[in-house]
């Protein structure tokens, strides 16, 4: 529903899928673009994000939602989390928050326990601690510099 231009969804409006999957938002020439809202019901990878669109794909601030109930909050480049953000890993409600990109943890970044026993601030790549960094286990502090 909304408005059409040659036949296409263009700026307000919803499309709903089949499948049950539908998205809530602006629309620019049929492709998402601006704010929006988009549910994937995948039976194994339900989720939502809220956030900036632009020309179909996850581009700018936005907000993911995943079946396990982790959230990440921040910027995406190309549909992929990309640039500093946020996410909150559930059921134990551990975090990162720091620099992401090509969708892994990459850069400068903090990850930490709820209970901050188990934290690591200091350097990424692709997912793994390399570079200078601080590892805290049970109270037991590591400086030092990591390779994978």
Same mark, same amino acid.
Not at 42 to 58: A, D, F, L, V
Not at 73 to 101: A, C, E, K, M
């Given at each position: 529903?909304?408005?059409?231009?040659?036949?296409?969804?263009?700026?307000?409006?919803?499309?709903?899928?089949?499948?049950? %999957?539908?998205?809530?938002?602006?629309?620019?020439?049929?492709?998402?673009? #601006?704010?929006?809202?988009?549910?994937?019901?995948?039976?194994?990878?339900?989720?939502?994000?809220?956030?900036?669109?632009?020309? #179909? @794909?996850?581009?700018?601030?936005?907000?993911?939602?995943?079946?396990?109930?982790?959230?990440?909050?921040?910027?995406? /480049?190309?549909?992929?989390?990309?640039?500093?953000?946020? @996410?909150?890993?559930?059921?134990?409600?551990?975090?990162? @928050? #720091?620099?992401?990109?090509?969708? =892994?943890?990459?850069?400068?970044?903090?990850?930490?326990? =709820? %209970?901050?026993? /188990?934290?690591?601030? *200091?350097?990424?790549?692709?997912?793994?601690? &390399? *570079?200078?960094?601080?590892?805290?286990? =049970?109270?037991?502090?590591?400086?030092?510099?990591?390779? &994978?």
């Amino acid at each position: 529903s909304g408005k059409w231009s040659l036949g296409m969804p263009h700026f307000k409006g919803k499309l709903k899928w089949p499948s049950g %999957d539908h998205y809530d938002g602006e629309f620019l020439h049929g492709h998402f673009h #601006g704010s929006g809202t988009r549910l994937w019901l995948e039976h194994q990878h339900q989720r939502s994000y809220t956030g900036s669109w632009q020309n #179909g @794909i996850m581009e700018g601030f936005g907000e993911m939602s995943y079946r396990d109930h982790s959230v990440y909050t921040g910027w995406w /480049h190309l549909g992929l989390r990309q640039g500093h953000g946020r @996410i909150v890993y559930h059921p134990s409600n551990s975090f990162y @928050i #720091g620099d992401w990109y090509n969708n =892994k943890r990459h850069g400068y970044g903090v990850m930490a326990s =709820k %209970d901050m026993k /188990h934290a690591y601030l *200091g350097m990424w790549k692709e997912d793994e601690y &390399q *570079g200078p960094g601080i590892l805290l286990n =049970k109270g037991k502090l590591c400086e030092g510099y990591f390779e &994978q």
